[in-house]
């Protein structure tokens, strides 16, 4: 069988995804193609042999989170200056559930880490960071050194950490 990760097209069976969340499942179905076409969110669908069947996918966008929540260690290298710090954004990612199970949210989690290093190479970005819908996602995100804001919902993992994955 073989994987492939894309930019969403519009000839991508967006209607047939279904991972359980229905948030989740009606970003796709109605929603994500226009935040691309307007440079809200990048949205990424992995494709096997049935080329237009997505079996998950994942979206990224420009983002910042106050300097005040950005852990110590990373935090106290940093001008304080600054009221916020550029991050990457991976603001949903989804396993439709015929395909859950079988590793594919590690690979689309790789991917879109690995996809916002490369782009912190030209357009400054401290971290990735994404906000858990819930205590599974949550439990997900930590198994990948994800680290928890403090007040915020937020999870943060350091570029730093990202570049040593991808060396």
């Given amino acids: 069988m ?3 990760i894309e930019s969403l097209k519009s000839y991508h069976r967006k209607l047939e995804f279904s991972c359980g969340k229905e948030m989740l499942d009606i970003y796709l ?4 193609k226009q935040d691309v076409k307007r440079k809200l969110s990048a949205c990424f669908v992995l494709i096997g042999d ?7 996918y994942y979206t990224l966008s420009s983002s910042t989170i106050p300097l005040n929540i ?3 260690n990373i935090k106290k290298k940093l001008p304080q200056s600054y009221s916020s710090v550029p991050a990457t954004l991976l603001g949903r990612l989804a396993v439709d ?5 079988q590793g594919l949210g590690k690979l689309l989690l790789i991917d879109a880490l690995k996809r916002s290093f490369e782009i912190s190479k ?8 994404v906000d858990p819908l819930d205590e599974k996602e949550e439990k997900f995100y930590k198994k990948y050194g994800f680290i928890v804001l403090p007040d915020s919902g937020k999870m943060f993992l350091s570029m730093k950490t ?3 994955l991808f060396k």
């Avoid at 179905?29 to 994500?32: F, G």
């Avoid at 559930?97 to 199970?101: L, R």
């Avoid at 030209?122 to 960071?129: E, H, P, Y």
């Fill in 97 to 101: 559930n015929n395909y859950q199970g």
């Fill in 70 to 72: 950005v852990p110590g």
């Fill in 29 to 32: 179905h109605r929603q994500a």
């Fill in 162 to 164: 990202i570049s040593q």
């Fill in 50 to 56: 049935e080329k237009k069947l997505i079996q998950g």
């Fill in 2 to 4: 073989s994987l492939v």
């Fill in 122 to 129: 030209s357009i400054a970005s401290l971290a990735v960071i």
